[in-house]
Each structure stands twice: as C-alpha cells, then as structure tokens.
C-alpha cells in the first residue's frame, strides 16, 4: 500500500469563516481523531494532499502526518469536495497503529473483455473488506474476460489480496451479463417510445382543442 508523509499544521480557526479563509491559504482543514484520543484539528497542504491522492490507493492512502509533537499514521475516513470544482473542502483523518486492521471501502476494476454479445452491467463499483492498514489493496480487479449473457460474478468468487477479509455480502452481484439488443430489438423499442411520446402529445393537442371549444361556447 502507499504510504505518504505529508505536513500537519495546528489549525485554531474554526466554524465557517475560518474553513474559508484556510482554503483561501492553499490549504484543507482537516480532523484527526480516535483510539480514544481528543480530535486534532489540523490543515494539510491542499496540493500535497492531491498528490497524495493520485497514487494508486487513492483516497485511502495511508498518510503519515508530521505533526509538532510528532508523527502519526492516519487514513482519510470522509472526504468532502466541492461540488463543482472538485477541490477538497474537508477531511476526517482516523488515527492507525501498524498491525491495525480497518474495515474500508476498495474500488472495483474490471479487466479484460466480455463475450461480444455481452452488456457488462457493473453493479457494484466499490466492495467493502477489512484488511491490515498498512496493507490496504489500492483497487481489486475483475476479470470478464469471456462473460457470457446471464453470467454474473458476486462479491465472493473475487480474489481477494492475502490478508484482507470481505465484508460485502458474498451473494452481492458485482458485475451481471446482459444480452445485447439486436438492431431490430432497439428499432422496436425506439419505435415504441416514439409511439408513446406521440400519443401523449396528441392526447394534450385534443385536451387544448377541447377546452379552447368549450371556452368559445360560453
């Protein structure tokens, strides 16, 4: 797994108004808290968080904060971004002692290629495992290579990395094969829609003529 250090300074502003003018300064308020110790609220440099977050675990990387008093192990529990930007707004930081196993959340990547008459629906984009913190599998793969239509692979027939444990229900679908649509199918549901979509507008053109009839009655 990654392991990135990255610095931690004290933050004493708090509430709205201080979060904006952190951010304004580069930088991503931050909360570090557990193992029954008082939360820390902290800010980390917003571009060495994102360089952080561009290796291969992603958002749980496991960082190594360089705080005042020291240095402490920590992965990110929420990650707030902005809507629209895409830039961090918030992070909750877990604290983590080596030989810790945490429960998290590991992308699904799909390799290989389904039979050619197969829609891959993927169900399930992420799984949920416990493994050792130091340990943590950037992404799980899975390979379709071959899946047929009515073919499905559950979260239990995944290879898992040696040491991690799943916690999603093993029945889970994760990826389902689906026939694909023949053109004449896909004329048919086209012409289908068009159909429905034009009896709706007919039916409104007759519901104003009628009213517009009534109006000139009176």
């Not at 004493?12 to 952190?22: H, N, V």
């Not at 980390?44 to 192990?73: I, M, P, R, W, Y």
């Not at 930081?93 to 030989?99: D, F």
């Not at 916690?167 to 094969?177: K, M, P, R």
Request: proline fraction near 4%; charged fraction near 20%.
């Amino acid at each position: 797994m990654s392991e990135v250090r990255i610095v931690a300074e004290p933050r004493t502003e708090f509430g709205k108004g201080g979060a904006r003018r952190t951010r304004k300064a580069g930088k991503v308020p931050a909360v570090l808290y557990g193992h029954g110790q008082p939360p820390r609220h902290i800010s980390l440099q917003a571009h060495e968080l994102l360089h952080a977050f561009k290796t291969d675990a992603g958002t749980n990387v496991l960082l190594t904060l360089e705080l005042s008093d020291g240095t402490q192990l920590a992965l990110p529990k929420e990650v707030q971004r902005h809507p629209i930007k895409g830039s961090y707004e918030h992070i909750d930081l877990v604290i983590i002692r080596k030989g810790e196993r945490v429960t998290i959340e590991v992308q699904v990547v799909l390799v290989g290629d389904a039979h050619s008459d197969t829609f891959v629906d993927q169900q399930l984009n992420t799984i949920s495992l416990q493994a050792d913190a130091t340990e943590i599998p950037g992404s799980i793969e899975v390979d379709i290579t071959g899946l047929q239509p009515g073919a499905s692979i559950s979260a239990g027939q995944l290879v898992l990395p040696k040491g991690s444990a799943l916690e999603t229900d093993a029945a889970q679908v994760v990826v389902q094969g689906q026939a694909k649509l023949t053109a004449a199918q896909m004329d048919a549901e086209l012409a289908e829609a068009e159909q429905a979509t034009g009896g709706g507008a007919a039916s409104a053109a007759a519901s104003a003529a009628a009213a517009e009839k009534a109006d000139s009655s009176v």
